[in-house]
């Protein structure tokens, strides 16, 4: 009986043993960076990223690339987000592996907060500089104050050579050049160490004569005096004055070091400049959309009038990051992501030029396995089953014009 509860104590040992080494071995390749999780219809109906430019594909260290584009802020934001009064362009990396060397919201800087209008369309810039080698995916996005990321279309970006080569310089105002990579750690460091000595030390003052049982004996015999001699009231003293003088005169001397410092900087940018965008002369009446469960693709009857004086064709629709295009009208020449771009995804029942002053209702459908693959097949479990999305129209010349479009989506089963 002994004999088989050992084994099996063995066993499980063993057992436990290979688990924990399966766990600290398993690296899963992070291939899903957030936006798949969250809910589709929030996906659709917040934030359009377009227009998306990534400078470079492969970067060495302490090089640079930006991120460029368009973003329009969707005039018809989900209830349960609030609205992007105080907003943050963010970048989605795993740490910085890249740093953030400048950030534009229509040409202004925007290092802190700012305040985006429903309905407006901006156009935005982040200057990358590179620090740590390896494959990245790189999104832009942008963090909304009581709303959360909200996470825009993410490229593949590799960096080469060595992070230690990585360095941060700096000119400040008062002209010195530092890096800020290693800047002021030596004194970080220094401080933290002097004061946890100092610490220890008092510690090990009092732990050198026995620290427990005889000096309860002690305190329980009433002779609780006996305990603090005439130097140890002295050593205190010495502390705690030494402490005192120690933070004065750093304090002093650090001031003398650096003798002009400023409080951190922060506070809400507002009046960010939109773009001025040309009011569209194509208006699409959305008849109808749905898309079928399960499914790779969604349907739409529009109606479309071509109130301006040249004809016009539809190239794309985009949703959630996702492009669907139609080869025949427009092409991708930015590199956009793979998997959220459609080539052919974009299907019209009749897509020949619509002239000026006339109107057609077309069936368009999209379809691509990116509307599964991003989850937006999973419409299905949201609570507001709504899309919205961007329409790109082409005239004879190329001249490009976007229209929002935002309904009902009704799922269809077999
Ligand atoms: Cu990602």
């Given at each position: 009986m002994k004999l088989i509860k050992d084994k099996v104590a063995k066993l499980s040992f063993v057992a436990l043993l290979m688990t924990v080494t399966a766990a600290m071995f398993y690296t899963p390749t992070a291939s899903a960076h957030g936006e798949k999780s969250q809910a589709a219809f929030m996906r659709m109906r917040t934030i359009h990223w377009f227009d998306l430019n990534w400078s470079k594909e492969e970067v060495a260290v302490n090089d640079t690339m930006t991120i460029s584009g368009k973003f329009h802020v969707f005039a018809g934001w989900p209830e349960t987000v609030d609205k992007p009064e105080v907003s943050f362009l963010n970048i989605g990396i795993p740490g910085a592996v890249f740093i953030r060397a400048g950030s534009w919201i229509g040409g202004q800087l925007v290092p802190r907060s700012v305040t985006l209008e429903l309905g407006e369309t901006y156009e935005f810039k982040?200057?990358?500089?590179?620090?740590?080698?390896?494959?990245?995916?790189?999104?832009?996005?942008?963090?909304?104050?009581?709303?959360?990321?909200?996470?825009?279309?993410?490229?593949?970006?590799?960096?080469?050579?060595?992070?230690?080569?990585?360095?941060?310089?700096?000119?400040?105002?008062?002209?010195?050049?530092?890096?800020?990579?290693?800047?002021?750690?030596?004194?970080?460091?220094?401080?933290?160490?002097?004061?946890?000595?100092?610490?220890?030390?008092?510690?090990?003052?009092?732990?050198?004569?026995?620290?427990?049982?005889?000096?309860?004996?002690?305190?329980?015999?009433?002779?609780?005096?006996?305990?603090?001699s005439a130097t140890d009231k002295k050593v205190a003293m010495a502390f705690g004055a030494g402490t005192i003088a120690i933070v004065a005169f750093s304090m002093g001397s650090t001031n003398e070091q650096y003798p002009v410092t400023t409080p951190l900087q922060a506070g809400l940018m507002r009046g960010m400049k939109p773009i001025e965008m040309p009011a569209a002369t194509v208006s699409v009446k959305v008849e109808d959309a749905s898309y079928r469960v399960p499914g790779r693709a969604m349907q739409m009857t529009l109606t479309v009038t071509n109130n301006g004086d040249s004809a016009i064709r539809l190239g794309e629709f985009e949703t959630a990051g996702v492009r669907f295009l139609d080869p025949a009208v427009s092409e991708d020449t930015t590199n956009y992501p793979d998997d959220l771009l459609a080539e052919e995804g974009l299907t019209v029942s009749d897509n020949s030029a619509l002239a000026p002053g006339e109107s057609r209702t077309i069936e368009v459908t999209a379809s691509d396995a990116a509307w599964e693959v991003y989850r937006l097949a999973d419409l299905i479990y949201d609570p507001d089953s709504r899309f919205a999305g961007l329409l790109f129209f082409y005239d004879e010349a190329g001249n490009r014009q976007l229209v929002t479009i935002d309904a009902p989506l009704i799922p269809t089963f077999i």
């Open positions: 982040v200057l990358l500089k590179a620090r740590r080698p390896g494959d990245w995916h790189v999104h832009t996005m942008m963090n909304v104050e009581g709303g959360g990321p909200i996470i825009g279309p993410g490229k593949w970006v590799t960096i080469t050579g060595t992070m230690g080569s990585f360095t941060n310089p700096i000119t400040t105002l008062t002209g010195e050049t530092i890096d800020l990579e290693n800047f002021n750690l030596g004194n970080i460091y220094f401080w933290h160490a002097f004061w946890y000595a100092l610490g220890l030390a008092w510690l090990v003052y009092w732990a050198r004569k026995p620290m427990f049982v005889p000096r309860n004996i002690a305190v329980e015999a009433g002779k609780a005096d006996s305990l603090i």
